[in-house]
């Protein structure tokens, strides 16, 4: 069966895709809290800490996320999305996707990222979903093509979490 056109099987694809998620399973924790409050909370890494692992995704990684993942999971204005973003059914699963993806991780400010709270867990969670392929997921990567993480990008990205999760044991480690 042949399609008459590409944009048709485009929206086809759009819509009966399924758009797996970044979580963390192990923690089952929903709510989203804000930087301030993650830095008072027990445990946290200081804002020292922080502030290294800030540098480091400044230089080597938010220009990866800016062209990967910030779509969804940053802030853009109604004049960064897509042309067929007003199509009616699109703009609602447009809108509704980009709420889940800033459920779980919300990357509009730099790190840390709003999330579930832990900053470890949110970069083990993104970890585990890049290795696992699901993000950016496939019914993004069908629409934006180029959109796949390539090695050399997974490596840098995976570096940084190290880096950063080395980091965060050190500061642990002093306490």
Do not use: T
């Not at 056109?5 to 399924?18: D, H, Q, W």
């Not at 809290?33 to 008072?40: A, K, R, W």
């Amino acid at each position: 069966m042949a399609f008459r056109s590409k944009p048709s099987f485009m929206i086809f694809l759009l819509f009966s895709a399924s758009m797996p998620v970044l979580a963390d399973s192990d923690s089952g924790r929903e709510s989203l809290i804000s930087p301030d409050e993650f830095l008072q909370s027990e445990g946290a890494p200081s804002k020292e800490q922080l502030s290294i692992v800030n540098e480091l995704y400044l230089k080597d990684v938010k220009p990866i996320f800016e062209k990967k993942c910030l779509s969804c999971h940053g802030s853009m204005s109604e004049a960064d999305l897509p042309w067929y973003y007003p199509i009616p059914g699109v703009r609602q699963l447009i809108d509704q996707d980009i709420a889940e993806a800033k459920k779980h991780v919300d990357m509009s400010n730099d790190f840390p990222f709003g999330g579930h709270g832990d900053a470890a867990a949110d970069l083990n969670a993104i970890k585990k979903s890049i290795e696992e392929g699901n993000m950016p997921p496939f019914r993004y990567r069908v629409m934006h093509w180029g959109s796949a993480i390539n090695s050399n990008d997974k490596e840098k990205i995976f570096r940084w979490i190290e880096q950063s999760l080395m980091i965060f044991a050190e500061d642990e480690g002093a306490k």
